[in-house]
């Protein structure tokens, strides 16, 4: 069956430090991975995409990176600050016959960020 | 631009009730699509739509009507609810769609709307 993995643990970091998340995907060849934010009672938003055939991209103190032999991609925050504390999400954007079909999430990982 | 509106935001039904909740965006997006959250099992497809008059199943579309007449409004019916359907809503839209047929489906999402069901 398919799956998508994030850490199920909520993930404690120092302030200042780099925070690294996982997602992990089996049976899947998605054409983009993306990661979203989400905050208590709100949304998820947008952060960040790469493409099947990127292997890092960056944005401001964001940095992610996929490697589709592994099926997996790191999503990193550096510099950390409280304000990072939220669930961060990875989807799979996944086609079958050329359409989109919708994005597949995995169950999210909560991120602490202690000053 | 108001992004991506949701009404109700909150909703408490009895089982076998009907309802509809509203999805509204302004950002002549195609693609819209409707999600469920439920703790420990993430966001889940319901439906979707890539355009005024085509919607399509997602993930778990079972209790679930929908319909699209306009690029705006992507309303989600409950035609007799049931406990199971107690979660929260969250819908979506992004440009991919019937025009625009490449590169990443990246989500605008609302706010939610939280349905218990008794």
């Known amino acids: 069956s398919q799956k998508i993995e994030q850490n199920s643990e909520a993930l404690n970091i120092q302030e200042g430090k780099t925070a690294t998340l996982t997602c992990n995907y089996t049976n899947y060849s998605p054409a983009y991975l993306q990661w979203y934010r989400q905050d208590p009672g709100r949304g998820p938003v947008f952060l960040l995409l790469i493409r099947e055939n990127e292997k890092e991209k960056r944005k401001e103190r964001l940095k992610v990176t996929f490697d589709t032999t592994l099926k997996q991609s790191l999503f990193h925050i550096t510099a950390s600050q409280p304000a990072d504390s939220a669930t961060y999400l990875c989807?799979?954007?996944?086609?079958?016959?050329?359409?989109?079909?919708?994005?597949?999430f995995g169950k999210g990982t909560h991120l602490i960020i202690q000053p | 631009n108001a992004g991506v509106t949701q009404t109700p935001k909150f909703q408490v039904l009895k089982t076998g009730q009907s309802m509809t909740l509203q999805c509204a965006q302004d950002m002549n997006h195609e693609y819209m699509s409707w999600y469920r959250q439920d703790p420990g099992m993430g966001l889940r497809l319901i439906h979707y739509s890539v355009g005024a008059g085509i919607t399509d199943q997602g993930e778990v579309p079972n209790g679930y009507n929908v319909s699209r007449s306009t690029t705006e409004d992507f309303p989600l019916r409950l035609l007799s609810a049931a406990p199971s359907q107690t979660s929260v809503y969250f819908c979506?839209?992004?440009?991919?769609?019937?025009?625009?047929?490449?590169?990443?489906?990246?989500?605008?999402f609302g706010a939610g709307s939280r349905l218990t069901v008794l």
């Open positions: 989807a799979l954007d996944i086609r079958s016959g050329g359409g989109a079909d919708g994005l597949t």
């Open positions: 979506a839209s992004s440009y991919f769609g019937r025009r625009v047929s490449s590169g990443a489906n990246v989500l605008t």
